[in-house]
């Protein structure tokens, strides 16, 4: 067990076809809670697991993909009611049970972890044109939906989330006349299972409609632009107390020299403190991501092989920091 703990995810499902005592031993709840424990010490991997989807997932998606941790959850199908599942790590996957609904198509999915009880959590928006309901299922211990109160269907989230020290945050607006008004954040514990709505400066509703992105920055959630801006700087507004709906804008300046105004796009920020660039539009190889570190005002650049011959694939990528590997699904 020593020895296996300090393995890749990886390597132990190769193993798991020597012997039934292997098998038996890697499946073990307790060995993959303490797998999780060692990962989790390790150096953090990023991935571009978009991208990975886009060449070699082998079920038709849409583009609403959600991600946390090392898992992936994507909507299947013409209206997106089949979800799958998928694991980075150990390359395996399982498809959720069925949606009990009324609801025509599913509008949204959230992936959610609490990492108080190792738990994670799907949360998922149905709508049709009479009805919405919001629904949560708890991978591995649960073979049904349970409903969820409190979700503010008939409002639209958007395609922005990200989940932070157990709270998945995402954006909502007002979709028809009757709905509209300014965008605000919700915050779901996933824990308890509770919603709460988080008012936003003014400067922030078009970030949250669809010009921006949510970030970890600093262990709080973060939101700005995707574009590079023309001003030599790039605008952070930081939740600074959710309860009070407090923020602060943190302004970060950058060289006048950079080549990336036009043509690159913020994906990221990553557990090193670096920004993330991609192209933003459709591209030709050779593929490149840029990394920017403002405090040592360093801009990198860094190629991403495997993917020629798919110019399309650009324009999906998103990262995924603080990779932990798990084992779910063996």
């Excluded at 933003?280 to 360093?298: G, L």
Aim: hydrophobic share 35%.
């Amino acid at each position: 067990v020593k020895r296996l703990k300090r393995l890749t995810a990886k390597t132990l499902v190769r193993f798991l076809s020597v012997s039934k005592l292997w098998s038996s031993i890697i499946r073990r709840q307790d060995f993959k809670k303490l797998f999780l424990t060692v990962s989790s010490k390790q150096p953090q991997r990023e991935a571009f697991i978009a991208a990975y989807h886009k060449t070699r997932f082998p079920y038709p998606y849409t583009v609403r993909v959600s991600h946390v941790r090392d898992l992936i959850c994507i909507g299947t199908g013409s209206t997106s009611d089949k979800l799958v599942v998928y694991n980075t790590s150990t390359r395996r996957s399982i498809t959720l049970p069925k949606l009990d609904s009324q609801s025509f198509y599913v509008v949204k999915q959230f992936l959610s972890y609490d990492p108080i009880d190792d738990v994670y959590k799907v949360l998922c928006m149905t709508r049709s044109n009479n009805t919405a309901e919001g629904k949560v299922l708890t991978l591995g211990n649960e073979n049904s939906w349970k409903m969820i109160e409190g979700a503010w269907h008939t409002y639209m989230p958007n395609c922005y989330e990200i989940c932070i020290n157990g709270v998945l945050y995402y954006g909502l607006y007002g979709d028809n006349k009757e709905t509209m008004h300014d965008p605000f954040v919700v915050s779901f514990d996933v824990r308890s299972e509770k919603f709460d709505l988080i008012s936003c400066p003014e400067e922030v509703h078009d970030y949250l409609r669809s010009l921006g992105i949510m970030i970890r920055y600093e262990g709080k959630l973060a939101i700005m632009s995707i574009n590079v801006s023309l001003e030599n700087c790039i605008v952070l507004w930081v939740l600074e107390n959710a309860m009070k709906h407090e923020w602060f804008e943190k302004v970060i300046d950058f060289p006048d020299s950079w080549p990336l105004r036009k043509d690159y796009r913020y994906i990221d920020f990553n557990d090193e403190g670096e920004f993330v660039l991609a192209p933003r539009h459709w591209c030709e190889p050779p593929y490149y991501v840029y990394y920017y570190d403002p405090k040592s005002n360093i801009l990198r650049k860094v190629p991403i092989t495997g993917y020629e011959g798919r110019p399309d694939f650009m324009t999906y990528l998103f990262t995924s920091t603080s990779q932990v590997e798990s084992l779910m699904f063996l």
